[in-house]
């Protein structure tokens, strides 16, 4: 049986991954075969968090710029991570893998409170904990939210699920001569001033020496390929 490269992940999925082709909303489709591609390492033995966006359903930033309160807004935000939280976890629910939501914010009735000891037992014992609300706080994206929870629970990597495949020298959709980074560190993405993630997550990642893989979730089987140690994506490393 193959080994994985890495005993404890933590995967940063945008809203909009769960969208597909549909302009809003969650595509059950997307999500059954997203689920199946984490299933699939959990079978290796690796341990998963995921952090979930909600940008398929309400951007923060979008309703500031329309004229809301910048923290309501936020808020609203975070509430639907919650909701893109609970399709996964019934996803999971379905596909035979345990799953828990954990979230930022106090909402008893239908998800568990973020607690990281908790958490962590989680992921010791098989679950997916899925976490949601980013990091409970307005003017922090779910990127920031990844790695936080990524160095609180002492994933060896932050794995950032995107639309394209690695991080390239310049947008390969526009581009046709742009490369691939296979590896690069933090200094030199800050120095190229290539948007891996933003400013405060990719401080936060690169303070704690934690790892991160730049990867598309679109790609069949590339989820597995990195956690194996494959030249899968773009590694940005200390």
């Known amino acids: ?26 595509n059950e ?19 998963v968090g995921v952090v979930i966006g909600g940008g398929n359903i309400f951007r923060g930033m979008k309703g500031a710029a329309s004229g809301m309160d910048r923290a309501t807004a936020d808020y609203m935000g975070m509430l ?13 629910r379905r596909a035979g893998v345990e799953a828990r939501v954990q979230s ?26 899925i976490f949601a609300a980013g990091t409970g706080n307005p003017f922090f994206t779910t990127d920031t939210a990844a790695a936080l929870r990524g160095s609180e629970m002492a994933a060896q990597i932050v794995l950032k699920a995107t639309k394209v495949d690695g991080v390239y020298t310049a947008d390969p959709h526009k581009d046709p001569q742009a490369k691939r980074y296979h590896r690069i ?23 704690q020496k934690l790892p ?9 089987g590339a ?9 899968e994506g773009t590694l940005v490393h200390s």
Do not use: W
Not at 42 to 47: A, D, E, S, Y
């Open 1 to 26: 049986m193959s080994v994985a490269a890495y005993k404890r992940i933590m995967l940063k999925l945008s809203g909009e991954a769960l969208m597909g082709d549909d302009p809003y909303g969650i």
């Open 29 to 47: 489709e997307v999500v059954s075969r997203i689920v199946a591609e984490i299933a699939e390492v959990t079978h290796l033995g690796v341990q």
């Open 80 to 92: 639907a991570t919650v909701m893109n939280a609970m399709a996964l976890a019934d996803a999971f």
């Open 104 to 129: 930022a914010l106090r909402i008893d009735q239908v998800v568990e409170p973020y607690i990281r000891g908790r958490a962590i037992r989680h992921m010791e014992e098989g679950r997916v904990v």
């Open 185 to 207: 560190s933090f200094d030199e993405a800050i120095g190229r001033n290539l948007a891996v993630m933003d400013t405060t997550a990719f401080a936060l990642c690169r303070d």
């Open 212 to 220: 991160i893989n730049v990867f598309s979730i679109f790609k069949p």
């Open 223 to 231: 989820l597995k390929r990195v956690v194996m140690g494959e030249d």
